[in-house]
């Protein structure tokens, strides 16, 4: 008998994407989409859910329409309550929220700490905590930062915070296998809405990003959604406790 490999799909999964309206997580919703999943995208922004439900609407997926704020637990336990009964059990939890506060490690001030902490890193451990009670079986893919593994200036607490999702990943992979699989992506430079316009072709950043990426350009959102859906998919079944790099092979000495 000739045994089938498994497919890199997650048609008919049910998927919640947090921080799923815009940038990475908004990619990672509508190809989840797009592959046949049903997918609750949320955010803090109501009028950011309700757009991008219609979007996912519009290519076929069964959604609903609930905000969250990844520092509120009881927020959390409400999207999970939402989403399971608008699409069922669900089997796929992506952690896409983020914050970025930009200042040195003499200039931060707590609270500006205490923010990125609490939404980059709390946060998915918030969602990894109820979501994880709740699962069944099925996949959690964290979206950690290749600032995880590299020095940044004035950015002290999204460093600290990436380089936490990374070490929660593995230690929610132990906790929660064998049933739910947890699994982290680095990406590198990746052109969204919270990149403002430093990564815009011609400006001097993009210049040097460039310069120290092999593939000589940096990643749209898409191009990290891919290595969402192979994560959740069958085809990832005995990957768990990674941390998958996807940065065009950036040199980290180059900027």
Known sequence: MVETSPTVTVSDSAAVVIGGTSGIGRAIALAFADDGADVVATSRSADAVEETAEELRDRGAKTAEVTCDVRDNESIENLYEVASDAIGDIDILVNSAGSVARASVSEMSDDQWNQDIDVNLTGVFRACRVFGREMESGSIVNISSMSAR???????????????????????????????????????????????????????????????TPMERVATPDEIAGAAVYLASDAASF????VITVDGGYNDNAL
């Open 150 to 212: 590299q020095a940044r200036e004035e950015r002290p607490a999204y460093c600290a915070a990436k380089s936490g999702v990374n070490g929660l990943t593995r230690a929610a992979s132990a906790d929660l296998a064998p049933d739910v699989r947890v699994n982290a992506i680095e990406p590198g430079f990746v052109k969204t809405p919270l990149a403002g316009d430093g990564f815009n072709e011609g400006t001097e950043l993009r210049e040097k990003i460039d310069e120290g």
């Open 239 to 242: 990957t768990t406790g990674a």
